[in-house]
């Protein structure tokens, strides 16, 4: 079984409580879509465990703007990646494996990306709202997946299975999908450690053979929000992850 984890941002108990579920499922691989860090007060623990558990872990764009120092980020995000990469830049070998990431992995018929197919980085996959987005989005497997049947995307936040029959939010009563060999779908996976679907739990998806699975892990938001405060990040990151905005 391989967990894909995406938008982790610095939030060590929803990372916590993600891997003590993967731990209980015999998780033998974990990939990671970028955004390890950003936002969250605790990127030091969080990269640990990124660079010694995860097989694959892509860079993100807060991961780029950490190395780089170039993003469009509004004022929040920026203090915040201000602040982690004074934090980071303490640990050399930790920096040196911020500098090795890579934009996009392939492997299996799969796609991995932070983004889109399009821009692995910093481009949205987003959820179809109206019949037109629909047909674009059913063009876009058709047409621009070639070489891959699924793509795992992570960026927006928010979960859902895009298919060339439609698509799919996983939601309480309906959380496993079976993806048959061939088929096209992009799989965005959501995030652990910032939700923005309205719902503060945890996410991240399974993948066993030909069964998908998307998880919600509820973890302890309130001391990841008492951290924000105490490292002087700007109060609004705290109030988005009860809220799950
Ligand atoms: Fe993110």
């Known amino acids: 079984m391989i967990a894909i984890l995406s938008d982790i941002h610095g939030n060590w108990e929803a990372l916590q409580a993600v891997l003590e579920v993967c731990e209980r499922l015999r998780v033998q691989r974990y990939i990671c879509l ?21 097989a694959i872990s892509l860079l993100g764009n807060h991961e780029e703007a950490l190395i780089t120092g170039k993003h469009r980020f509004n004022p929040h995000a920026a203090q915040a990646i201000d602040w982690t990469r ?72 928010t979960p859902f299975l895009a298919t060339t029959v439609g698509v799919i939010v996983p939601h309480d009563g309906h959380r496993q999908f079976r993806l048959p060999k061939g088929h096209k779908a992009y799989i965005c996976v959501g995030s652990v450690g910032q939700p923005r679907d309205r719902d503060p739990r945890a996410s991240f998806a399974t993948l066993d053979g030909e069964a998908l699975t998307f998880h919600r892990v509820p973890y302890d938001v309130a001391t990841t929000q008492a951290k924000i405060l105490r490292a002087g990040l700007n109060p609004f990151l705290a109030e988005r992850l009860a809220e799950g905005i």
């Open 34 to 54: 970028g955004d390890v860090i950003g936002y969250g007060p605790d990127p030091l623990a969080v990269s640990r465990v990124a660079r010694e558990r995860f």
């Open 86 to 157: 004074a934090q980071l830049k303490r640990e050399r070998e930790l920096w040196q494996w911020y500098l090795e990431r890579q934009p996009f992995a392939i492997s299996d018929q799969m796609l991995c990306v932070h983004g889109s197919i399009y821009d692995p980085v910093h481009d949205y996959v987003d959820e179809p709202e109206n019949p037109i987005e629909a047909q674009q989005m059913i063009e876009t497997l058709n047409r621009d997946f070639s070489g891959f049947d699924v793509c795992f995307a992570g960026h927006n936040h």
